[in-house]
């Protein structure tokens, strides 16, 4: 079983920055891509920002030039960093992980972390 422990979040003032991390853990054998997704109370869950094993990023035009997304693949851990945040950008914060192998011939699953919270306000 592969399981997502996400960690920062948190409030924030407007402008202000915040670091997620995200590792995954079980009997893995490779993840294709890692990423970030959010949902604001209300909305669906839109991409934040996902980055491949290759370490090609991807971002929302919402969030871009102001994200930025890592990845360790020897931890299988994945890092997004926010700066100058704005009330818009309030939502819980889920991590993801797909094309996850548990062997070398195994099938390709997806796996979604519990969700953080991240809520920008004066």
């Known amino acids: 079983q592969v399981q997502l422990v996400e960690s920062g979040g948190g409030s924030v003032q407007p402008g202000g920055s915040l670091g997620l991390s995200c590792a995954a853990s079980?009997?893995?054998?490779?993840?294709?891509?890692m990423g970030w997704y959010r949902q604001a109370p209300g909305k669906q869950r839109e991409l934040v920002a996902t980055?491949?094993?290759?370490?090609?990023?991807n971002y929302a035009d919402s969030v871009k030039g102001r994200a930025t997304i890592s990845r360790d693949n020897a931890k299988n851990t994945v890092y997004l960093r926010m700066d100058s945040l704005k009330p818009e950008d309030t939502a819980v914060y889920y991590c993801?992980?797909?094309?996850?192998?548990?062997?070398?011939?195994?099938?390709?699953?997806?796996?979604w972390g519990q969700g953080t919270q991240v809520t920008v306000s004066s």
């Open positions: 980055i491949t094993s290759r370490m090609s990023a």
């Open positions: 993801n992980a797909e094309g996850v192998r548990t062997t070398h011939w195994g099938e390709y699953k997806t796996y």
């Open positions: 079980g009997s893995i054998f490779s993840i294709n891509a």
